[in-house]
């Protein structure tokens, strides 16, 4: 379908998708099937980010994290999605959603086991002080830093 | 459809829709046919709101206004809704979105004119010096005041 929708609407169809990670080359293959619309920065806000994200069947929405000082929230829009926590993984259907406080260290993150395109809203504030905890993965991230580290400190790449 | 997700995924039939507004009563009938499940609130956000919202038909989303100091989302999950701003008037369909970023002044909202009922995702941040203003009503609204004033100032009852 062609909209003709104007600001403050927003044509989705204009919107290009972004691919783009700063993970290390190890991890990439893992979200080789995301593609993001920014929503949010398209149309000029800045309080919070909002992303339409799509993940091809076998595609992560990230590798299992928590936030420090972030918020996050995610409404499944088409299709289905499994969301992996600490406690196990529970199936997400279109019309329901998920949220992650802050601080909370409960790894998560939505993995595609489906044969179709699933879509999802990811909802989330840019915190300067952020830093962000793998549990499954040798990885560590603090927005200060500029850069992904090992868990021991080095830099990955 | 009864699920049985547990958080951080939310069980949507769990959480109570809430009809209340704080405008004055002359202007109740206008969102007399909207309620809200306050998804961000009960997942325990605190970053941003998030609520989805039922228009049944003929209800509006609030009085057609812009804020001050708050960046505000909303995308449509089910039925159609018109948003209505000084360009006029666009209908928008489910997975469509608009975004009104803070102290851009023209004035929005969303009337649902269609036979059945509308659903959409609102997200956006409190702001303690929050202001909003109201095109077509003799209306204001200032946070610091706790209450809502005519133009000229005096309380609204």
Known sequence: MTDSLHRPALDLAGIPSESKTGYPAEFLARVAGRTRKSLGRTLGLSDFGINLTELQPGAQSALRHWHRHEDEFIFIVSGELSLITDAGEQLLRPGQCAGFPKNVPDGHHLVNRSNAVACYLEIGCNHPDEEAFYPD????????DGFFTRKDGSRAK
Do not use: I
């Open 137 to 144: 993965d040798d990885l560590h991230f603090k927005r200060s």
